[in-house]
């Protein structure tokens, strides 16, 4: 299994100072962000010092009912090429939802949701993930994410759902020790459970992130310091296991160098207080309470294509409980044995179906402003879709500078107010032409000058002119197809 050592996510906004840091390792980059035959002159130059660059996906969407898009797999596999690295990551997550699946409309996240943690999703899971691992040149691995809600009739804990993963599938794990505290800050799941149910064998590296605690949720933002409550389940790892790798997570409100120097230090420290506890423990007789031996992996610089550090383990067979259980969108999946195996492709379609139903219908009520699916927690689902909003605004007001400086303080509470009931359907740039023609359709912004700014502004990107009455009506007639 490859050593990486301690190590930080790349980002442009950190670049030069990530690049002078001392005893960084390795670097993890957003695939999204970079280009194969392109690569940022920073990461270049890291390769050339010997420093090993990781490609992390966000939206392959390997939690969806949809097969994974070939496309997207072939994009991630010649990023991992390009920059010669030893594995790629991305999420278990859904982060669209419905299509031609579920006969409506695709929906986007921008978001990584959770799936239901039931035989249908792992079903779905294990042969997304066996997609993606046959398409990509090197191993994968799969981060566990944070979550504001829970879905209602869950069958298994998260340690028990990524350790049949594992063993179904062979894959690796990403483990995210602040993930982990999120999900006992917002769901109440203990992470020491967690962790004692992981095949920690598999894990591939590990990420910490700081984040921040409002009115008793923990949004994990990236963006604050690390807190004493993630070092703390990233210690209890370090007693279980010596991980491969930890890497620190930074993506806004960047701090100077020094700190993050800083905080470098203190995870270098963390993981190594464990195994000095461990030292002293074996020196007087006592062995260690919960550390667990590594299994030796084989991934290299340059593993075959479809190589795995482990193993596949073999599959053996499960079975769910017998009553129905509800999964969202008020729908319900009749009772009775179901194999937790490889099943034929009749009986995966449905379950990708069953699956795809119930997260159209919470990604609707998230983004689009539908009614809260059966059994779950409105209140909860109310501060998720805030939050998708917020990072909405935030990622537009990013890749489109323009409509801030011409909206001016308005720009954010009229987009927060945009994207209540209108879902983004074709990535963030996407989403910022359809907020601007919305507004433009609105009348609005009732100044002259900056109406004609955000006229002038829709054009130039747009290539068109703004759009005629028929034009206004049938994308009013879609919108309310959405809504329903």
Known sequence: MTELGIGIGWRPEIAEAVEGLSGVDWVEVVAENI?????????TRLRERGVTVVPHGVSLGLGGADRPDPARLAALGEKAVALGAPLVTEHIAFVRAGGPLTASPLLEAGHLLPVPRTRDALDVLCENVRIAQDALPVPLALENIAALVAWPGEEMSEGRFLAELVERTGVR??????NLHTNHVNRGEDPARALSEL????????HVAGGVERDGVWHDTHAHPVPGAVLDVLADLASRVSPPG????????????????????????????????????????????RAKPRARGRVGTAPPRGALSLEPAPRRAATAPAQPLLIGAGARVSGGPMPCVVQEPASHDAARQRLGLAQASLLSALVAGTPAPEGFDSRRLGVQSRALAAKRAGVVAKVAPELPEILGPGFRPAFLAYARTRPMTGGYRRDALDFAEHLL????PEDPAARRGLTEW????????????ATRLARAARHALVRR
């Open 458 to 469: 829709w054009q130039d990107r747009s290539g068109s002119r703004p759009p005629g009455r």
């Open 441 to 444: 359709l609105a009348g609005r």
């Open 35 to 43: 280009c194969a035959d392109h690569l940022p002159e920073s990461l």
């Open 199 to 206: 095949p920690v064998e598999a894990i591939a590296y590990v």
């Open 173 to 178: 794990l990403l483990v995210d020790v602040a």
């Open 246 to 289: 930890v890497l620190l997570e930074r993506d806004d409100d960047f701090p100077p160098a020094a700190e993050l120097a800083s905080e470098l230090s203190v995870i270098r420290g963390t993981i190594a207080a464990p195994a000095v506890g461990m030292r002293s423990a074996g020196a007087v007789g006592v062995p260690p309470a």
